[in-house]
Nanobody, 125 residues
Framework: DVQLQASGGGLVQRGGSLRLSCAVS????????IGWFRQAPGKEREGISC????????YYGDSVKGRFVISRDNAKKTVYLQMNSLEPEDTAVYYC??????????????????WGKGTQVTVSS
């Protein structure tokens, strides 16, 4: 079975940092792109970042560009999301998801085949 396990969420003050991890099992990790999404209370799920398979090209949504950095460790089958300069507006449940090969700038939920359970990020003011 394909499994994605997101971790690393927590409570942090404004301006702080967190690093999320997404551990993947059950498929050929190197052949897949990993996306990060988030959903704040009362809002739709938002695609914020993605890293593609082999060449590791990346995508960032405007809301996180310049503050978040996505990376992958193929040996550990894990993708990371380093989140810096966090703001209360970043408070949300963060999810990782997987699709074949490349990222698409549209970052739609339907483009991803498997999802992990979310991890809560809360940024206090």
């Amino acid at each position: 079975d394909v499994q994605l396990q997101a971790s690393g969420g927590g409570l942090v003050q404004r301006g702080g940092s967190l690093r999320l991890s997404c551990a993947v099992s059950g498929l050929i990790f190197e052949d897949h792109a990993i996306g990060w999404f988030r959903q704040a209370p009362g809002k739709e799920r938002e695609g914020i970042s993605c890293i593609s398979s082999s060449v590791g090209s990346t995508y960032y949504g405007d809301s996180v560009k310049g503050r978040f950095v996505i990376s992958r460790d193929n040996a550990k089958k894990t993708v990371y999301l380093q989140m810096n300069s966090l703001e209360p507006e970043d408070t949300a449940v963060y999810y990782c998801a997987i699709r074949r090969f490349i990222c698409l700038p549209t970052m739609q939920n339907s483009e991803y085949n498997y999802w992990g359970k979310g991890t809560q990020v809360t940024v206090s003011s």
